[in-house]
């Protein structure tokens, strides 16, 4: 019953779900530590978000994004072989290497305009951020909110949970988060997630 139906979309995911949500009908949609601008541009602001917090000078971290910019260009938009990038600029097997997916994949993605499905899509939107992210930010969040309320209004809820991370556990900061990961200690996962998801869906039926 496309009426009961619900879509939860966990970061990239959040770019899957208005999409796969314009294409089949249902209830509403939840997305948590997502992504609301074109992916080239926030692949560029995670990388300076990640690198101030390893606590590297401004130069090191202006550099770092230069770097990253240079990477992505040739991956993403020149379309090159990762091989052939690695072999001339080193430096890219970083920046490239994060990804669990192969490049193809994430040509696909960068060439999406994100922000776009949000705006045309008419049903309830639970919109979640944990301040202890690492990975993504809050602007972006904020921004789905207020695209889908300006073509919706008060389709779009926005919900902070402080002390969660992009992996949703707990973290008293995103420097703890992604400390945490780095080193892949145990964790604990935030259980007010579960609490903020339920009671809004309560809140729909």
């Not at 991370?165 to 080193?183: E, G, I, Q, T, W």
Request: glycine fraction near 6%; proline fraction near 5%; aromatic fraction near 8%.
């Amino acid at each position: 019953d496309p009426k009961r139906v619900y879509i939860f979309g966990h970061s990239i995911g959040g770019i899957v779900a208005p999409r796969l949500a314009e294409r089949e009908r249902i209830a509403g949609i939840v997305v948590a530590e997502a992504v609301g601008r074109d992916w080239f541009e926030y692949e560029l602001r995670n990388t300076r978000r990640q690198v101030e917090l390893s606590g590297a000078t401004p130069a090191a971290t202006d550099a770092a994004v230069m770097d990253k910019y240079r990477c992505m260009y040739r991956l993403l938009v020149a379309n090159e072989s990762e091989e052939r990038i690695e072999v001339e600029e080193p430096v890219c097997k970083e920046p490239n290497g994060v990804y669990p997916v192969d490049a193809a994949y994430i040509r696909q993605v960068a060439a999406l305009h994100v922000i776009e499905p949000w705006s045309r899509l008419d049903v309830p939107v639970l919109v979640i951020y944990g301040a202890s992210d690492f990975v993504t930010e809050r602007d972006d969040h904020v921004r789905i909110v207020a695209v889908v309320n300006a073509a919706h209004p008060g389709a779009a809820t926005f919900h902070e949970i402080a002390g969660m991370d992009h992996l949703l556990y707990r973290a008293s900061s995103p420097k703890a988060a992604m400390d945490a990961f780095s080193s892949g200690a145990a964790r604990e996962y935030d259980t007010d997630l579960s609490a903020v998801v339920i009671a809004w869906l309560k809140q729909q039926t």
